[in-house]
């Protein structure tokens, strides 16, 4: 259940080499309760809206515990956003598995990513990343790990279904994390309901539902030569 | 070369109807010199690191000035970043001009783009709105008129060198501007150079230079259906 990997080299820091095992454990155990008690916190308030003080409340932990495992509250927010993320990335797959063809993939993809406010979550962490770039290592470590396991889960499809796709997996995932991101701090932005999120992520990724028919079809698209139909502009 | 007519209601708010043309035009002068003094400032050093101090040094004004014409810190900083936003919008048309192929077009506006900062700067503003929807209507606005602005430039493009285009103007243009938005925001964070930003958007628009020739060709694309090559699972 809990995402630990990405984080293990920011874990290990914190803990002295001849740890006892069940010193280690204690201690994740205690990471993990200060990242759930102040994700939601985070979330609804933001990170200027947010105490240590708070999330230590929260947790029903002391200040001096969230200073100890992450130095920072702009750490804690960060490596919670990432956290979020990649559990929402774990969503997304397992909404997808169900899906026939490739439409319905991106559909399943798109519902999961635009009903909850992960997404835009992480863009306010990577927004905070750009002023503090000793937080980057693990914005990085988390975005490889989104498009490595995007890219698997969606060959993993291709290739169960027999799928033909124009694009590689891993940029049809690099594509789709890109876009979600775009649409999703604009539609915050804007206040647009999960709803709407969905239809813009769908209509930017050119899979708006054009026939109620979720099959592939052959198509033929013809890229005219610019050259051989110029009305003559210099 | 002022950007007026998408701040057009917030400056009138300001204004006493029965002003003289004078005074408004006094107004909109050092309006727009409080915009270019905190521009910089904000890009340079983000919200929390630029007080309202700085900037009325940085233009050598009062602060009450600031607040009489933007009333908070966080409207001059939305107002700014979506100024510029439009600045970037003209000049990424001005330097997709000369495109003669719709690969061409691509490649200018994504090198323009991811030049500066000011889609970062941008992608800040919409986090910063998200927690402040009382700057919604100027962040829509500006949407709105980016996206406007964009299908317009791009159809006249279609239009003089008689591309064929799969996608609508608008289409390109959202799906162009949420990219950018996500690349950038995402590369920032991991403090990526200006041409590795530029090749991941042309890669995440699928526009990568696969062949020297950047002509465009009947091309044959097949959609297997699903249903006649499943392998069996489900």
């Known amino acids: 259940m809990a995402e630990t990997s990405a984080f293990a080299p920011l874990e290990a820091a914190g803990d002295p080499k001849h740890a006892a095992r069940a010193t280690r454990s204690a201690g994740r155990k205690m990471r993990s309760l200060l990242l759930d008690a102040a994700s939601p916190l985070f979330r609804e308030r933001g990170l200027s809206g947010t105490s240590i003080t708070d999330i230590a409340a929260a947790a029903d932990a002391f200040p001096s515990q969230i200073t100890y495992y992450f130095r920072t509250k702009e750490a804690l ?12 990335a774990r969503a997304t797959e397992q909404a997808a598995l169900k899906a026939r063809t490739p439409r319905g993939y991106t559909h399943a993809l798109a519902a999961t990513v635009t009903a909850g ?39 993993g499809q291709v290739e ?34 999960p709803e709407e999120l969905c239809a ?11 026939s109620t028919e979720d ?19 210099g």
């Open 215 to 233: 099959t592939g079809r052959l198509r033929l698209v013809e890229e005219r030569d610019a050259s051989s139909n110029s009305n003559g502009e």
């Open 160 to 193: 169960r279904h027999g799928w033909r796709s124009l694009r590689a997996p891993d940029e049809s995932s690099r594509r789709f994390w890109a876009v979600a991101i775009g649409v999703i701090l604009e539609g915050y932005a804007m206040g647009r309901s």
């Open 200 to 210: 813009e992520m769908l209509r930017v990724l050119g899979e708006q539902a054009k």
């Open 117 to 155: 406010d992960s997404v835009a979550f992480f863009a306010e962490a990577l927004a905070l990343t750009r002023r503090r770039q000793d937080l980057a290592p693990l914005v990085e470590r988390t975005i490889e790990r989104l498009h490595s396991e995007g890219a698997r889960a969606y060959a």
């Open 77 to 88: 927010f960060v490596e919670c956003a990432c956290r979020d993320l990649l559990y929402l």
